[in-house]
Every structure is written in C-alpha cells, then in structure tokens.
C-alpha cells in the first residue's frame, strides 16, 4: 500500500511538473510582441494590421489560446493601415497603448501615435480613444533637414532624476533608420526634439536579407531596468535577414539626449535554435517581480521574414552580481522551460 501511495505521490508531482513548463512560441502569428502583467494576468499585444488587440491569460502557456479582444480600429483613412507594434505602458496610473500606423499604402505617412485607455486595474478593460501623434515639431523631427516625421516602433522610457522620455525609430541625417529619444511631454502628450542616440555603424546592423549589406537599420528600442541601471534593446538589420538580432545601449549617466550617453554592445540575442530573424523584443516581470523575462519574435524561415509567420518566444535574463545582463540565446521551440516565478 505504501508503494501505491508514493508512487501515486511521485507520478502527481511529475504531472504537476509537466503542468508547469512550457515550451516556446507562446504564441504564433506574433510580430513585435508585448506583454504587462497586471491583476493576476499576462496582457500581449502584438502586430495584427488594422486592428489592435489584446490576448490575456493567468497563465504564460495559455497565451496561445487566451481571450483575445480587439481594442482600437480607426475610421481616420490617415493613419487606420499598417498598426504596428503596440505597447502597453501605464502612465499616472492610466492606460496607454504606443503604436505606429500611417495611411493605406503610404510608407511615408508612418507615424508614432498613442491611445488613452482608463484608469482600471487593466489593460483589456479599458475603451480607448486617440490621444495624440508623438511627433516633433518641423525643423526637430528627422532628415537632412530635420522636417521628416516618418517614426515607427515608439515605446516610453523613464530615467531617475532625468525625467520621461519618447523612444522611436526614425531616419537620422542620411536618411537611415536609427534610434532617437525626445523629451515627453504626459500632460499635454507632446515630444520636444529627436536626438539620435544610435544609428547602424556595425556590421552586424547592416544584414540587408539575401547575405547583402547595405545601410542598416536600428528599430524597436525598448527599455530594460534593474536596480539602478538603464539599459535600451534595440533591433539590428532588415528582418527579411536572418541575422536581425537584438543589441544593446547601457546608459552611463549624463544627458540621455547625448548619443555619448549610451554605449553599444551586440548583437546580444540573435538566431539560434532553428530560429531566425531574431528581434523586436520587450522585457517583463515574472508575477512575483523576482525575475525578468525577455520577450522577442522570430521565424522558422532560414532566410528571416518580415511576415505574419512570426511567432512570439519567451526566455529569462539573468543579471550578474555587477547587474550586468545576460540574454539566452533562442532555444529549440522543443525545449521545456520552467514559467516565470510565482504564476
């Protein structure tokens, strides 16, 4: 009987293990992903075209499957195409989603925008309506001449002592996508000026699909905390390549609007695992806040995609005792991992 009885016991504890763990993606058909945790429940958003949306689940594997809602369509004909990369950021304690859109089959009419949601306990609660085009204004945007509002991929970055600051990707002077910050403005949602922090000046930024160099491109910067440090993901090259990857910018104190205020390193997270096209990542807390979790897309494509056959893939990072980051690389999408701490 006794036998029985831990042998019942042994197999439910493997059951629960099994339970447990997950393996990647977490959720297919999942471009430039986001995620916030908040009561009781993972909020992702992620790149669906004409819509925004919001999946949420108690629990991470469950995002897969987990009650979807559209949250945002537009009837403005100036900016109801190509939405793109949404964020879910909580500003004064209200709800706001960044995001990018431009005009039907108008490139150049790309702009970063922002929703107003509520002041409730979540993000796929709230109805939202448009707040504002965090856009500078002529003469402080990007270009040659500082008057090109094309921006995409704005995310929202808070720096002690400095105050809150707009993160996008834009063209710098030579016409070529690079990171910028500019001051911002939460009371009347406005941007002062981009100063570019980053442009590609690597080769491993300058992957432009078909083994081709080119340019480059540098995109979906996103912010990353841990104590008192402040670093800055980025996504390197076209991710029609299969070495777009991930790079990061630590901030070493000084004037955040100083490019000579952030220094480069990478490219920290890039294909692995029978995964390509590495990049457009967030950062999230496990429900406990004991860990941080690194969120990114990728492809089964050798060559990269740019398409909906992305899916959205989740692993820890894990600080050194000098808080320094270290970022896994892709996994087999096979691998069992433990979830995040406390769900």
């Given amino acids: 009987m006794r036998f029985l009885q831990l042998t019942s016991i042994v197999g439910l504890l493997m059951q629960t293990q099994q339970t447990l763990c997950f393996t990647n ?3 297919e058909n999942a471009a ?7 009561d009781g429940h993972y909020h992702m958003t992620y790149t669906s075209g004409d819509r925004i949306e919001i999946t949420r689940a108690s629990v991470i594997e469950e995002l897969r499957r987990g009650e979807t809602k559209v949250i945002w369509t537009d009837s403005n004909e100036g900016r109801n195409d190509a939405m793109w990369a949404p964020e879910i950021h909580r500003v004064d304690g209200v709800w706001y989603m960044f995001y990018s859109s431009r005009a039907m089959d108008d490139k150049n009419s790309l702009r970063t925008r922002v ?6 306990p979540n993000p796929f609660d709230c109805d939202y309506s448009f707040q504002a ?8 945007r990007g270009g040659k001449d500082g008057n090109d509002a094309w921006s995409i991929d704005g995310s929202y970055i808070v720096i002690p002592g400095k105050g809150r600051f707009h993160l996008v990707s834009m063209k710098d002077k030579n016409g070529v996508a690079a990171i910028a910050i500019a001051k911002l403005d939460t ?3 406005t941007v002062d000026q981009w100063h570019v922090i980053s442009s590609p000046d690597q080769a491993w930024e300058k992957k432009m699909g078909g083994g081709k160099s080119g340019l480059g491109i540098n995109e979906a910067p996103f912010p990353l905390y841990h104590g008192d440090d402040i670093w800055i993901t980025f996504s390197a090259s076209h991710c029609k390549d299969a070495g777009y990857s991930l790079g990061l910018l630590k901030y ?11 220094d480069k390193s990478g490219p920290v997270v890039s294909a692995a695992g029978g995964n390509y096209g590495v990049g457009h990542n967030a950062f999230f807390p496990s429900p406990d806040g004991k860990q941080v979790w690194n969120l990114f897309h990728a492809t089964k494509k050798s060559e990269g995609s ?3 056959d992305r899916f959205a893939m989740i692993q820890q990072v894990i600080f050194d005792k000098d808080s320094n980051p270290s970022f896994d690389q892709p996994r087999a999408l096979d691998a069992e991992m433990a979830p995040p701490s406390g769900q």
Avoid: A, E, H, M
């Avoid at 430039?32 to 908040?38: A, E, L, Q």
């Avoid at 929703?115 to 409730?120: K, V």
């Avoid at 085009?133 to 003469?139: A, K, S, T």
């Avoid at 070493?252 to 952030?262: H, T």
């Fill in 115 to 120: 929703l107003r949601g509520c002041d409730g």
């Fill in 252 to 262: 070493n104190g000084g004037d955040p609007l100083q490019k000579s205020s952030w």
């Fill in 25 to 27: 993606p977490i959720r």
């Fill in 133 to 140: 085009d965090l856009v500078p204004p002529p003469g402080k």
């Fill in 187 to 189: 009371r009347n949602w």
């Fill in 32 to 38: 430039d992903p986001d995620i916030f945790y908040t």
């Fill in 306 to 308: 740019c398409g909906s």
